[in-house]
């Protein structure tokens, strides 16, 4: 996730404008930033990787001249964050800049074919292929600005918001979206696009949502938007945005949680495009260690306990999670150099994560890493790591970041499962279409489901503690509903694989103790059925995930929550969790308590 924005003034200092913006986007992305301007037919530029502030102290955004430019601020994904790879990007001749938020997946590709045309590229980003290609199509189809940019895209794969300048047509900005965000902000004396509408809010509150497969034109005095299959012109007026800043900060919703909640659908369809080549390399990792250990802590180990069901069940490979801080007292005399360690953490910064590697590490072993943070710790400890693209989660409560994590995992179990000759041609064609459709399906719960959960919260507020269980890969997802709970609601529960609750934990139950079953239609779900017979007969009060129509659970819970119907058991946790963060985070506000900062927790925990 990246921000961009761009200003067409009649007047004044478009730099500082820009610079003041992408403050406003720091949020999206903060390991570099960079601004282009155009003046008197020339294009000027400064970029660097660092903090706003820190690139600002050391270049001073705002001394840029012109009175149109374009900024980014970036979270790396293709390419480490260094100045080279800073946005924006230039062509061959100097003449065009171009900023981008999003994934081109066949760059690689488009590269190829430009370099033998004698392009010559500067860094190791997707994006620039997108200004060479512009580049071509107005010198050797002799198109304008706007048509080469449409050509572009339509020769482009993935998801962008761009914008795009030029020295050869100064008096404008074309941006374009496909998948990731867009708004248009039209102001007295200058016209903005931006990744959200928080960056030009302080500027003017009139907004045009931008939808994918639209371009527009922006000057200082309007802008027109197109189709870019065809140019057809698309008539659409501003909206006011009555917004406060706090509010316009979290784009509407009262706390980061909840957009982050619903920022998943997008979060997954960015963790659906990742590198080929690194998804490939980890998986002949996994392929030839002798051992696997996942190791992680909170959510992230959540995510690992789901993966060793996904390894073990489509892979037949047998890996074994495991909590951080417990890895080097359990395995550190044993583990050695044939052992593999894939090391999942969103930050990439986790000290207990981190010590569980480096022991590891002193023992020779092969160190994997999934992270959401590029140039974190992990990512330089690690021998391949994956950067799962999720953008900053700025809720201390892990939600986008770990249904991210469950997807790459996901992929990779797949990807084993091909390798290792398991599963049939025609089951692996199939898990991938339903990979492909999770993003859908997850919009729909949240869609459907949201104001019953609502409800819900609102029912069972008071209750003074819970159970979640589940069966299988669906223990995973219960313990991750017990975590939401419990970190950001203040709500003691215990989580166990629903089979062991009778060795136990059911002695706590009594009439209206609430007990959440997580049940999606997979091999466990009699074994399931039988346990919720178990809580019943003691009184407890049933709330229920369950398959859409599944009425056999549906007549024995007091309450259930549905999930689209279709779902192979090895995905079920991404869309199965989402009511259950929905109901910690719907808890949390019902019992007054700030879902964004839980006492007692930091986002990152540096400490062992
Ligand atoms: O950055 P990491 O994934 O390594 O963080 C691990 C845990 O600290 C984290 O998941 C924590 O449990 C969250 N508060 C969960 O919401």
């Given amino acids: 996730m990246c921000g961009i924005f761009g200003c067409a003034s009649k007047q004044g200092n478009a730099a500082k404008v820009i610079h003041a913006a992408l403050k406003r986007l720091e949020y999206r992305g903060y390991d570099s930033v960079g601004e282009a301007t155009l003046s008197e037919g ?12 820190e690139v600002h102290e050391k270049l001073n955004l705002d001394d840029l001249p012109g009175n149109l430019g374009i900024g980014h601020t970036r ?14 990007h230039i062509d061959c001749e100097e003449q065009i800049a171009v900023v981008h938020n999003g994934i081109i997946e066949n760059y690689a590709l488009v590269k190829k074919e430009l370099e033998d045309k004698g392009h010559v590229f500067r860094s190791k980003t997707d994006t620039e292929v997108i200004v060479h290609l512009i580049e071509e199509l107005v010198k050797q189809q002799n198109l304008t600005l706007v048509e080469a940019v449409a050509e572009a895209l ?8 761009i914008a795009v300048i030029s020295t050869l047509e100064p008096d404008k900005i074309i941006c374009a979206r496909n998948e990731s965000p867009l708004v248009v902000g039209v102001g007295e004396n200058a016209v903005y696009c931006a990744s959200d509408i928080p960056a030009f809010l302080p500027l003017t509150n009139k907004a045009v949502v931008i939808e994918d497969g639209e371009l527009v034109i922006i000057t200082n005095d309007g802008y027109e938007i197109q189709k870019i299959a065809d140019l057809r012109l698309v008539k659409r007026e501003p909206k006011i945005i009555d917004w406060t800043p706090e509010m316009a900060e979290k784009r509407g919703y009262p706390h980061f949680m909840l957009k982050e909640i619903h ?3 997008l979060a997954l369809r960015n963790t659906l495009r990742l590198q080929e080549h690194y998804l490939e390399l980890m998986t002949t990792f996994l392929d030839r260690a002798k051992e696997v250990f996942l190791v992680a802590c909170g959510t992230s180990y959540h995510a690992c306990l789901a993966a060793s069901y996904m390894f073990s069940k489509l892979a037949y490979r047998a890996t074994y999670p495991i909590i951080a801080s417990e890895f080097a007292e359990q395995h550190g005399k044993s583990v050695n150099i044939e052992s593999t360690i894939l090391a999942v953490s969103q930050s990439g910064e986790t000290a207990d994560t981190l010590a569980a590697v480096e022991a590891a590490r002193h023992r020779a072993a092969t160190i994997l890493g999934l992270t959401n943070v590029i140039g974190s710790t992990l990512t330089r400890v690690s021998r391949v790591y994956i950067c799962q693209q999720s953008g900053p989660e700025i809720g201390v409560a892990a939600t986008k970041t770990f249904t991210a994590q469950l997807c790459v995992l996901a992929q990779l179990a797949l990807r084993l499962a091909k390798k290792r000759g398991k599963v049939s041609q025609d089951e692996i064609d199939f898990l991938e279409e339903k990979l492909e459709q999770i993003p859908n399906i997850v919009e729909n719960v949240i869609v459907k489901q949201e104001d019953k959960i609502k409800q819900l919260a609102r029912k069972y507020k008071d209750k003074r503690e819970f159970f979640f269980l589940g069966r299988g890969i669906s223990t995973a997802t219960a313990l991750e509903g017990r975590l939401k709970l419990m970190e950001i609601a203040y709500v003691p529960a215990i989580a166990y694989p629903a089979g062991e609750s009778k060795h136990g934990p059911i002695s706590l139950v009594e009439p209206g103790f609430p007990v959440v079953f997580v049940c999606p239609p997979d091999e466990t779900r009699k074994a399931v059925i039988g346990n919720i017979m178990e809580m019943k007969a003691r009184g407890a009060s049933i709330i229920a995930i369950i398959e859409e129509g599944d009425e056999e659970i549906k007549n024995l819970a007091e309450d259930f929550i549905e999930v689209d119907k279709g779902i192979p058991d090895i995905l079920s946790p991404i869309p199965y969790v989402i009511p259950l963060q929905l109901f910690a985070y719907y808890m949390a506000v019902e019992r007054s308590h700030d879902p964004d900062k839980p006492r007692n927790l930091a986002k990152s925990v540096t400490v062992k």
């Fill in 42 to 53: 020339k294009l000027f530029i400064k970029k660097d990787s660092g903090k706003i502030d």
């Fill in 75 to 88: 979270w790396a994904t293709h390419g480490a964050p260094l100045q080279v790879n800073a946005h924006p």
């Fill in 154 to 161: 339509k020769a482009l794969e993935g998801s962008y918001a």
């Fill in 263 to 265: 920022e998943q659908p």
